[in-house]
């Protein structure tokens, strides 16, 4: 199961820089002005063989200290439940302030492994400052600059030594069957289509359930259909919908996707696309998992008719684009209507990610298409590709084209030739991996 990584901290401590520096992205916005992280960054970190997500927490500026204080805390007691390993992240420059001593006092009553990170130590003297912060109570602090990187090559290694390598309750899931992801913003209806797909008339042969901030997998084997139901515990609670609990669904969407094949990714049909429809969609892309949206409420649509379907569908295709071959299904939680045609098009969805295409009916058709639109020339250079193949037993559709100069091949190419495979052979929901490799 993926492991989770949360950095917490008080405002301009150096968060989001050390965010980017981690993820080797610019992902999070990095201003002096204290408070500029308001939405949350998230991000994948690979270390010494190690895959892991990463996640950089907020705080926001606002017209009282003890309201701004507050905030704070909702994001630490969030990450405390959620992550796996915290970084405390203090500022060298500063010393221990009030807020530090605060967020410290919290972290030390929790079970999990905390690093304080003590930043910004490239700053002048700031580095003489470290031994300060013993006084916080949660251990060596590890001196870093995220601005250029030092130190943060020993931060990873206690993160990747601190981090469980295995939960217990994952033993009992069996690999060979699939796994569904109910994910979507708070109130699209998440909790009432969970218990239309298990309800009243149960046939759940189990329900393992790891501990609070892990997922829970309902085993679904009726009508002929064996999977497994990825759900969260946050999605069973009932909370006032508030910041805090818009970053809380955002981790529990974060754990869902990654522990899925397929994402069932619900959006209501009262309320449209909106922005977190959107956060979530580019979280299952970057995670390259399945998908089947499913337009929940639409009893209750104000437009109901096929025209009123059909735009709503170019819109959703619209706002998602460029991926936008993916089965779009309108259904109801309330009045079960389309229910059994989301699951039915989900386990679709998962046999098409794992289909093979011979070798030689993918030459056939491939290198034809390839001989009537080449790939354009390049200072002069021509590719040639000569041969493709698909990768066998791997997790997503993965196409591999053998040719002379793999370099000159540049994304707008790579788009054709998968656009080409998905006019002749099915792969809708899933996504496709295309690699150029020199023969």
Not at 86 to 102: K, P
Not at 147 to 173: A, F, H, R, Y
Not at 351 to 366: A, E, F, W
Request: charged residues 25%; neutral net charge; contains cysteine.
């Amino acid at each position: 199961m993926s492991k989770l990584i949360a950095i917490v901290g008080r405002p301009n401590v150096g968060k989001s820089t050390l965010f980017n520096r981690l993820t080797h992205t610019r992902a999070a916005i990095v201003d002096g002005t204290a408070g500029t992280t308001r939405d949350r960054q998230y991000g994948k970190v690979d270390w010494c063989g190690q895959e892991f997500s990463i996640i950089d927490t907020g705080g926001w500026v606002v017209n009282s200290d003890d309201i701004f204080e507050e905030e704070i805390n909702k994001q630490v007691h969030i990450a405390i439940e959620e992550a796996d390993v915290i970084l405390f992240v203090v500022d060298a420059t500063t010393g221990v302030t009030d807020l530090d001593d605060h967020v410290a006092a919290i972290l030390r009553r929790s079970k999990k492994p905390v690093i304080p990170v003590a930043n910004k130590t490239d700053d002048g003297d700031a580095r003489f400052n470290v031994s300060e912060f013993y006084s916080l109570g949660l251990g060596d602090p590890v001196d870093v600059s995220a601005v250029n990187g030092s130190g943060t090559g020993d931060l990873l290694d206690l993160v990747v030594k601190d981090m469980p390598q295995k939960d217990e309750d994952d033993s009992d899931i069996e690999e060979h069957i699939p796994r569904f992801a109910i994910v979507g913003r708070p109130n699209a209806g998440k909790s009432s289509i969970i218990n239309a797909f298990i309800g009243e008339d149960r046939h759940i042969v189990t329900d393992i359930a790891g501990t609070t901030r892990d997922s829970i997998y309902h085993r679904y084997n009726k009508f002929g259909f064996d999977f497994y139901l990825v759900d969260t515990a946050g999605i069973r609670k009932k909370q006032k919908v508030d910041e805090g609990i818009e970053y809380y669904s955002v981790i529990r969407s974060i754990r869902a996707i990654e522990n899925s094949d397929v994402c069932i990714l619900l959006i209501d049909a009262t309320r449209g696309i909106e922005a977190q429809d959107a956060n979530i969609f580019s979280l299952i892309q970057r995670n390259k998992k399945g998908l089947v949206v499913c337009v929940n409420k639409w009893d209750i649509a104000e437009d109901k008719s096929v025209e009123g379907q059909k735009r709503m569908e170019t819109a959703i295709r619209a706002r998602f684009a460029p991926f936008t071959d993916f089965p779009i299904i309108f259904a109801s939680a309330l009045t079960k209507q389309r229910i059994f045609k989301v699951i039915e098009t989900a386990a679709d969805v998962y046999k098409r990610r794992h289909q093979v295409i011979p070798t030689s009916q993918l030459n056939t058709y491939m290198l034809d298409v390839i001989q009537q639109t080449p790939p354009p020339a390049n200072k002069g250079k021509y590719v040639k590709i000569k041969y493709v193949t698909m990768l066998k037993d791997s997790p997503v559709p993965t196409f591999i084209f053998f040719c002379n100069l793999p370099q000159w091949v540049k994304e707008p190419y790579r788009r054709f030739l998968e656009n080409k495979i998905r006019e002749h052979w099915d792969f809708s929901g899933t996504p496709i991996q295309i690699f150029m490799r020199e023969k």
